[in-house]
């Protein structure tokens, strides 16, 4: 077994058997988008174009709890540090610990996307919808990663990893709210590609860089 | 006689006035000592005397302020993903996954590290250590006794060149003390050295081969065994 796919294996073991900050994520981007749902109008319209930004704030804001959760299970009995400083690399931690952060995001996306559709009315077609939600999914699971590691080591991480990860991800998610509402409600004008390949550089630029800056993070 | 240090021409581990800060406070001051393969040097002192940050500077986990140390030769400093291939910890906490069973714990480091052993090594090494029968079972179960004796099975499989224990007595009963003795026995028959930080240096009577007193981090003392100090 390679070092790397041993780790991917570790984390969806981890991830499959403790399934709190999964749900967690999953329960809190119910709740915003219900909140967001019984804000402002009630036409159809109106609440399908709230819609989009609901279920990618819902997925960020539940992202931060799913991967606080990811990242505790590195942090309470020090598994990453022993690992690194018996000589595994950093960057093999990161792109492992990612790559499952992004399967988790992925799949309550998929769980949140049909209580969207009932609380908005409308949704993406599925295989438009799918490719968005994997290219936005990337998008935040990539400096998710990078920024829990950064915030692990102070009591407040939880309160400061949304705080200084959403900053960083306001342009990915412009990009995957365009991206969205063009899918949902056509795209007459011919952007939606143009959107698509943003968020799919925002997603290349993200796994590139904060990979190299990963080891400067845990190391 | 051609000994290994004449070859490289330097101790195993050479320490020289290594030290560390946090803020103001020097944690660590000019600690200095040789150590050679097969031998084990103990570190104590109370409370606070820096034992704990000299076992975290030599394993590289901290990066010293003044001073410096080399293991077989290789800085810990600029050589530190080297360094890190021959050195192996118990620290406090142990380092692993309590999400995990002991022997998809052990699995992991063997395929991260490419240890190269079998199924059956580890099944042996968990035996070994009083855990065959819990071995399925995930660390987070585990009492902190436990947890201790699956940390030297670690250790056992590793099987680096130097070994670092900060309190490895830490929550052991009495059968645990005698498998602590008998492994740091058979790493220095096998010629790993062993740094250990103590606070109950008599547990280790007859096996200590240097003993260096820290005292608000700095080195009091140092003698080997049989030594005036």
Redesign the interface.
């Known amino acids: 077994m390679t070092a790397f796919r041993a780790l991917i294996v570790k984390d969806l073991r981890i991830l499959l058997r403790k399934r709190g900050g999964f749900l967690s994520a999953f329960a809190l981007g119910a709740i915003i988008m219900l909140m967001a749902s019984l804000s402002g109008e009630a036409t159809p319209i109106s609440l399908g174009q709230r819609g989009a930004a609901a279920f990618w704030m819902g997925l960020f804001m539940g992202s931060t709890l799913f991967l606080s959760d990811s990242f505790e299970t590195e942090q309470r009995e020090g598994g990453q540090r022993a690992l690194i400083l018996l000589g595994t690399s950093p960057t093999a931690f990161f792109y492992s610990k990612a790559l499952v952060n992004f399967f988790g995001l992925f799949v309550v996306g998929i769980l949140l996307t049909p209580i969207s559709a009932a609380l908005f009315g409308v949704g993406p077609s599925l295989g438009g919808g799918l490719l968005i939600l994997a290219l936005g999914t990337l998008s935040l699971s990539a400096p998710g990663t990078l920024f829990t590691a950064i915030v692990s080591e102070s009591d407040k991480r939880h309160l400061l990893l949304p705080v200084m990860m959403f900053p960083l991800v306001v342009p990915v998610l412009i990009t995957v709210v365009q991206s969205t509402l063009l899918l949902t409600f056509g795209d007459a004008m011919g952007q939606a590609s143009a959107w698509n390949s943003l968020l799919a550089i925002f997603a290349l630029l993200h796994w590139l860089l904060d990979g190299a800056l990963y080891s400067r993070a845990v190391d | 006689m051609v000994t290994e240090s004449s070859k490289r021409g330097g101790p195993f581990v050479f320490v020289e006035n290594l030290s560390k800060k946090f803020g103001a406070e020097w944690a660590l001051a000019r600690a200095s000592f040789t150590l050679e393969r097969g031998q084990l040097a103990l570190l104590t002192g109370n409370n606070g005397s820096g034992k704990t940050t000299l076992l975290r500077c030599l394993?590289?986990?901290l990066v010293p302020d003044f001073g410096r140390a080399t293991v077989l030769g290789i800085d810990i400093v600029s050589g530190r993903?080297a360094v890190?291939?021959l050195?192996?910890?118990l620290?406090q906490?142990?380092?692993?996954?309590?999400?995990?069973t002991a022997h998809?714990n052990l699995?992991?480091?063997n395929?991260?590290?490419?240890l190269g052993r079998d199924a059956d090594a580890i099944d042996a090494v968990l035996r070994r250590v009083g855990l065959g029968s819990k071995q399925n079972t995930?660390?987070d179960s585990f009492s902190s006794g436990m947890k201790q004796r699956f940390a030297l099975a670690r250790l056992a499989l590793?099987q680096r060149d130097l070994i670092l224990l900060d309190e490895p007595e830490t929550h052991l009963d009495a059968a645990g003390l005698r498998l602590l003795q008998e492994f740091i026995a058979e790493w220095k028959a096998r010629g790993a050295a062993i740094v250990c930080a103590t606070h109950a240096d008599d547990r280790f009577h007859g096996l200590g081969d240097l003993e260096v007193v820290l005292v608000g981090g700095r080195p009091t003392h140092h003698a080997h065994a049989g030594v005036p100090a």
């Open positions: 394993s590289t986990a993903e890190r291939g050195v192996a910890s620290n906490p142990p380092g692993f996954y309590g999400g995990l998809e699995t992991l480091a395929a991260v590290l490419n995930p660390l590793l």
